[in-house]
């Protein structure tokens, strides 16, 4: 199947920094890319959609201004989250996807810890 | 909307058969798909529904009945390695870009 990489695996970062997450599509154009936030014990919780060259589209309640989403390419999405807070702690998760495939492609996950 | 129901926890011996439902209410169903997630790691792809009907995947098999909203997830001949969380997702047609909904996930413990 196809590979997606994030990077990096794990960031430890202080409150109020601000921690940019990659997400690339290694042997395949990703058309859209998704965001996902996984607290412990908890259910993936979708972001965000992001499509190339656009502005993406964030879930109710998430904040667009505290996570920067950019799909510049189609093998790259970058998510910032910015002036964090121990309360952003958690397991964010991409996925890639192409027009005409049905499946979703995950990243192997970035683990966020806002000290 | 859209609401998946799947049971919290299940616990099962190694060797034997495990059956996880998951309910969904969705405005325009596009396909159903189950996830394998251990601990820490990224989910992992098992199966897709689409149609009505039961597809078999070597240990695993999906079941589904679009009429009542309703998917089944078969883990036979269980290994102590199947411990994981199993998640169903329902993508949604009216939903731009193949927007996936997940469940709560259903955490599988094998006992030897």
């Known amino acids: 199947g196809a590979v997606v990489s994030q990077h990096p695996s794990r960031v430890i970062c202080k409150s109020g920094t601000s921690v940019k997450i990659e997400c690339r599509s290694l042997d395949f154009q990703a058309t859209t890319m998704f965001w996902y936030r996984q607290f412990p014990k908890q259910s993936l919780m979708l972001m965000a959609t992001?499509?190339?060259?656009?502005?993406?589209?964030?879930e109710q309640g998430v904040e667009k201004d505290k996570f920067l989403i950019n799909h510049a390419s189609l093998t790259l999405s970058t998510l910032t989250v910015t002036s964090a807070h121990p309360e952003d702690s958690s397991f964010y998760i991409c996925?890639?996807?192409?027009?005409?495939?049905?499946?979703?492609?995950f990243g192997p996950g970035t683990r966020l810890t806002v000290t | 909307g859209q609401n998946i129901d799947q049971p919290t926890e299940m616990t099962a011996t190694e060797g034997a058969i495990v059956q996880i439902n998951c309910t969904y209410q969705t405005s325009g169903f596009n396909g159903l798909f189950w996830y394998q997630q251990h601990a820490g790691e990224a989910p992992t792809f098992l199966s897709y529904n689409v149609l009505d009907g039961l597809e078999e995947k070597g240990r695993f098999s999906s079941f589904l009945s679009r009429s009542k909203g309703y998917s089944y997830l078969l883990l036979k001949e269980l290994q102590m390695k199947d411990s994981a969380s199993y998640l169903c997702a329902v993508r949604d047609s009216k939903a731009a870009g193949n927007k996936l909904t997940f469940g709560g996930g259903t955490r599988v413990l094998v006992k030897p």
């Open positions: 992001s499509n190339e060259g656009s502005k993406a589209t964030y």
């Open positions: 996925s890639a996807t192409n027009r005409g495939v049905y499946e979703q492609y």
